[in-house]
């Protein structure tokens, strides 16, 4: 019989495979690898804000909140200066040096209001942020993760021809009065939310990787883009239940063997080609 904690982290791992093997390939179509690695660094500033807010109010439960909220108005600001003219490498430098500041000066008052605190549940959430834990999933953490990412699902899936145009010909979506602006903002949201939803189940050190190289994979794979989204999620989805069934097996954490076997996959066809 499967332990009732393998089958939360099985049917954890499906939705994330979902969310991030759609996500994938628009990231690389449109060019955000860069966003990824500043929206992720914000869900680690949000978080450490929020455990800070948490401790003072004695409701450690609103951190993911806090988390998604920063995340979000990072990445619309970033898509408003990039809205403005500048390169999207230029805005997501000028706004992830804010982050990265701000995160550490965030760790100083978070280790004050600590200090005087019981803080060992809180010393565990902050490595969770880093590594993930998919295996000590709650039932109220599933039920969250799969209604919320079901609705970016839905989303994502009703706006996706108008981000794969957005992404190879933003000129030609303007001069058939498309919104440029609109569809980039939600775009940058929609990476920004699917990231806060499952950066404590994952670990924002995977999230990095699991985000971007599915879809390079994909298109190192194939020039048709149904089967380059075919194969990211495929990819996705069979590399996280692989992984899932080897650290059950193995007492190793699963986000590693997840980026170790894509790393893997993405260097052998590097080198191939």
Do not use: C
């Not at 063997?257 to 996959?265: D, Y």
Request: aromatic residues 10%; neutral net charge.
């Amino acid at each position: 019989m499967i332990p009732e904690y393998l089958l939360r982290a099985l049917l954890a791992s499906i939705m994330i495979s979902v969310l991030l093997g759609m996500l994938s390939p628009l990231i690389n179509m449109k060019g955000l690898a860069f966003l990824t690695h500043a929206t992720f660094h914000s869900l680690l500033f949000g978080a450490v804000l929020g455990m800070i807010l948490g401790l003072l109010i004695g409701n450690l439960g609103i951190i993911i909140w806090v988390a998604l909220v920063v995340t979000i108005f990072v990445v619309i600001t970033i898509a408003e200066i990039e809205n403005r003219g500048f390169t999207s490498d230029t805005a997501i430098g000028i706004v992830s040096s804010f982050v990265a500041g701000a995160t550490v000066l965030g760790f100083g008052i978070l280790y004050k209001v600590m200090a005087s605190r019981p803080y060992f549940a809180l010393s565990e959430s902050i490595v969770s942020y880093l590594t993930g834990e998919v295996f000590l999933i709650t039932i109220s953490d599933l039920e969250m993760l799969i209604f919320g990412g079901f609705l970016l699902f839905l989303l994502m899936l009703f706006l996706y021809r108008n981000f794969l145009y957005v992404s190879f010909d933003p000129e030609g979506v303007e001069s058939y009065g498309g919104n440029v602006r609109a569809y980039l903002m939600i775009l940058y949201v929609i990476v920004g939310a699917i990231g806060a939803l499952i950066v404590k189940t994952v670990g924002l050190i995977t999230l990095q990787v699991v985000a971007v190289l599915p879809g390079a994979i994909a298109m190192m794979l194939s020039d048709d883009l149904r089967k380059i989204v075919g194969i990211s999620l495929f990819l996705t989805l069979s590399i996280e239940i692989l992984s899932i069934f080897l650290a059950y097996a193995t007492n190793i954490p699963p986000s590693g063997i997840t980026t170790i076997l894509l790393g893997v996959i993405y260097g052998a066809l590097t080198f191939k080609k």
